[in-house]
């Protein structure tokens, strides 16, 4: 069956280093890939997508990479601020659908 | 621009019951998702419709139905409340059914049931 894995552990890093996330997916073929920020009662946001013909994208202090043949996403944050501080949802879909992998929480400590 | 507004916020059902949650997407979205989240767990689809159409459902019982209307704003109901219905229930809006694709999706805040 499908299975999207994201470290269920919280990641702690300090402020100004760069925050790394992983999302890894099996017996799954997606055709993008989404990444989400979620803070606590609140629904997820959209912060970037990258299909499966493209290797890497950049927004602001964010960059995303997507190897379909490890079939893995990185997730970065560079420069991070405590403001960073949040749930990271991933999500693949394959049509117009999507389906989120379980997040993983981000704690930046000043 | 209002975003994503759902309604209600919060609500307690007792085992049994009926419960019916509202969603009013982006002015201009026609595509509306639902999604059920329990704690510490990522989304799960629940149904998209777009058009009044039912395009997708995800694995949930038939005590989950949905409904879009004229004006896309759309509803969940869930009969036969059992406690595990218990979750934070999302919904989601984007211009088209395939708008995801390309925008991802806008995301309202919420109702948040409670099933005792």
């Known amino acids: 069956s499908q299975k999207i894995e994201q470290n269920s552990e919280a990641l702690n890093i300090q402020e100004g280093k760069t925050a790394t996330l992983t999302c890894n997916y099996t017996n799954y073929s997606p055709a993008y890939l989404q990444w989400y920020r979620q803070d606590p009662g609140r629904g997820p946001v959209f912060l970037l997508l990258?299909?499966?013909?493209?290797k890497e994208k950049r927004k602001e202090r964010l960059k995303v990479t997507f190897d379909t043949t490890l079939k893995q996403s990185l997730f970065h944050i560079t420069a991070s601020q405590p403001a960073d501080s949040a749930t990271y949802l991933c999500?693949?879909?394959?049509?117009?659908?999507?389906?989120f992998g379980g997040g993983t929480r981000l704690m930046v400590k000043p | 621009d209002a975003g994503v507004t759902q309604s209600p916020t919060h609500l307690i059902k007792t085992r049994g019951q009926h419960v019916t949650l509202r969603c009013s997407p982006i002015?201009?979205?026609?595509?509306v998702s639902w999604y059920q989240q329990v704690l510490g767990q990522g989304p799960q689809f629940i149904f998209q419709y777009y058009e009044k159409e039912e395009r997708g459902r995800g694995n949930f019982p038939d005590r989950f139905s949905a409904r879009q209307f004229p004006n896309y704003s759309s509803e969940l109901n869930v009969n036969a409340l059992l406690l595990g219905d218990s979750a934070l229930y999302l919904c989601a809006s984007s211009f088209t059914f395939e708008g995801v694709y390309y925008y991802g999706y806008t995301f309202g805040s919420g109702t948040r049931l409670t099933v005792v």
């Open positions: 990258i299909r499966e013909n493209e």
């Open positions: 002015s201009g979205h026609k595509s």
């Open positions: 999500a693949l879909g394959a049509g117009n659908m999507l389906t």
